[in-house]
């Protein structure tokens, strides 16, 4: 298995981040990124500084935010086949490339000056199909175990509905990025639930997909909390925004700057 070797190199990397000096990655600062709440924002800036020297590197061969976007989204499409037929680690790695490509497409894009709402547009967009292959991929795996479906479903459901929120809030002038279960955490754990599924189950004799369906449960109940959140948020802000308005409206100062307008 390719896991625990790779397991031990991060390791290593990440003693070596720390013995630098762990430094925070400035793009994810200026974004106020987060990974699990805080909980896991060294592992986010040592992944950042990780990834820095392939973007310097595709930068300087010319590879565009636009390469990286369709990249991501053929690895994320992949993602989903090879978890629907079992091959849990190939489908791990993929939503590992598959995230590594979605941060890449964004810091080409900031660091070349190219950034745009279409490129926004596109990576979003890619982003929920990528998510849907990969759930129902997890669908098509623990189809005929009990609650499968249902668990796959709800993950699938849940990040969609956390995505909705932001998206819409944004269209009505509130932006709301917090929660503890975004995409970063999301893929995050689907990832080790793949590559770590069948190791734990040969280690600890539990059934296969066990780790999976744990995932899998964990999500869909945490995108709950989070979607549960953002929406509560963005409504208070909006109720804000709108008495704010009416008393604006209403206010003596603003009725004589009117008249005066209209005289």
């Given amino acids: 298995m390719i896991f625990p070797i790779v397991l031990g190199i991060a390791l290593l990397s990440m ?28 592992l986010l800036h040592w992944f950042m500084w ?26 994320g499409v ?5 978890i629907a037929n ?53 669908l098509v795996l623990l189809s005929d175990r009990p609650w499968g479906p249902f668990l796959a479903a709800s993950a699938m459901a849940g990040s969609l509905v956390v995505s909705y929120t932001r ?9 709301c990025t917090g929660g503890l279960m975004q995409r970063g955490e999301r893929m995050v754990l689907s990832c080790l639930g793949c590559l770590s599924d069948g190791l734990a189950s040969s280690l600890f004799g539990w059934p296969r997909y066990t780790v999976i369906v744990w995932i899998l449960g964990a999500i ?4 709950l909390i989070t979607a ?13 925004k709108e008495r704010e308005a009416r008393l604006r409206a209403g206010s003596p100062a603003v009725a004589e700057a009117a008249a005066g307008r209209a005289a």
């Fill in 15 to 42: 003693v070596v981040y720390a013995i630098r000096g762990p430094k925070q990655d400035a793009d994810q600062k200026k974004k106020s990124g987060q990974l699990f709440l805080g909980a896991g924002d060294f």
């Fill in 50 to 75: 990780v990834v820095d020297p392939v973007t310097r590197v595709s930068v300087r061969f010319g590879l565009t935010p636009d390469f990286y976007n369709y990249v991501g989204l053929a690895l």
């Fill in 78 to 82: 992949g993602s989903g086949f090879f």
């Fill in 86 to 138: 079992g091959q849990l680690e190939a489908g791990g790695w993929a939503i590992a490339l598959c995230g590594m490509a979605d941060i890449l497409d964004g810091r080409i894009a900031r660091l070349t000056g190219v950034a745009s709402d279409f490129g926004d547009f596109i990576d979003s967009t890619f982003d929920r199909y990528v998510e849907i292959a990969a759930c129902l991929g997890f």
């Fill in 167 to 175: 998206a819409r809030g944004e269209v009505s002038g509130v932006l």
């Fill in 220 to 223: 869909g109940v945490t995108t």
């Fill in 228 to 240: 549960t959140h953002r929406t509560v948020w963005i409504a208070r802000r909006l109720k804000e």
